[in-house]
T-cell receptor, first 112, second 114 residues
Framework: QQQVKQSPQSLIVQKGGISIINCAYE??????FPWYQQFPGKGPALLIA?????SEKKEGRFTISFNKSAKQFSLHIMDSQPGDSATYFC???????????FGRGTSLIVHP | DVKVTQSSRYLVKRTGEKVFLECVQD?????MFWYRQDPGLGLRLIYF???????EKGDIPEGYSVSREKKERFSLILESASTNQTSMYLC?????????????FGEGSRLTVL
């Protein structure tokens, strides 16, 4: 059973456009929602994270939107750049557990 | 900065060989993990360890074992490699007291089994 569902699997965006990646979760006990960014040949690295007590968190061009009632959260990349081309993973974990549940990843390509 | 080092970036092994993948972290993290990454399947947890000599099975432990004799080192062992174990293997570490889910990953070990 896939506890964190991520879509789309792949995404192609033009430079300057908005990239949107969506995730949905099942377990209402999850209380920490990080996003990881992975460049080719590298391991994933934490990009941005949110807790359910806020509906939005912004760091530069990256924004997480969180909808607790719908059990959904999304990553928005504004003014997408070719350097943003990477694989993005959403994840969720719950208090007391140090093991995140990952989505299957989204391969983002930003064309110049 | 936290550094997680995987000793082998690329390995080519033959079916039936015993394979060791080594991982070392330098930040005194309690927890260490081994993931497998395959296209379309994301990151799948093989094993994790929350203390020296302690280990727990993840989602796909079959065909793998692990060893953690020292806090900083976590090894993944393929007792008899098979072609379906061709994959990218990622090691990660985290603090128990840190934000739940904040993992620090190594750069990966790409294993090809012929």
């Amino acid at each position: 059973q896939q506890q964190v569902k991520q879509s789309p699997q792949s995404l192609i965006v033009q430079k300057g456009g908005i990239s949107i990646i969506n995730c949905a979760y099942e377990n209402t006990a999850f209380d920490y929602f990080p996003w990881y960014q992975q460049f080719p040949g590298k391991g994933p690295a934490l990009l941005i994270a949110i807790r359910p007590d806020v509906s939005e968190k912004k760091e530069g061009r990256f924004t997480i939107s969180f909808n607790k009632s719908a059990k959904q959260f999304s990553l928005h990349i504004m003014d997408s750049q070719p350097g943003d081309s990477a694989t993005y993973f959403c994840a969720a974990s719950r208090g007391g557990s140090y093991i995140p549940t990952f989505g299957r990843g989204t391969s983002l390509i930003v064309h110049p | 900065d936290v550094k997680v080092t995987q000793s082998s970036r690329y390995l080519v092994k033959r079916t039936g060989e015993k394979v060791f993948l080594e991982c070392v972290q330098d930040m005194d993290h309690e927890n260490m993990f081994w993931y497998r990454q395959d296209p379309g399947l994301g990151l799948r947890l093989i094993y994790f360890s929350y203390d020296v000599k302690m280990k727990e099975k993840g989602d796909i432990p079959e065909g793998y074992s692990v060893s953690r004799e020292k806090k900083e080192r976590f090894s993944l062992i393929l007792e008899s490699a098979s072609t379906n174990q061709t994959s990218m293997y990622l090691c990660a570490s985290s603090l128990t007291s840190g934000r739940g889910g904040e993992l620090f990953f190594g750069e990966g070990s790409r294993l090809t089994v012929l």
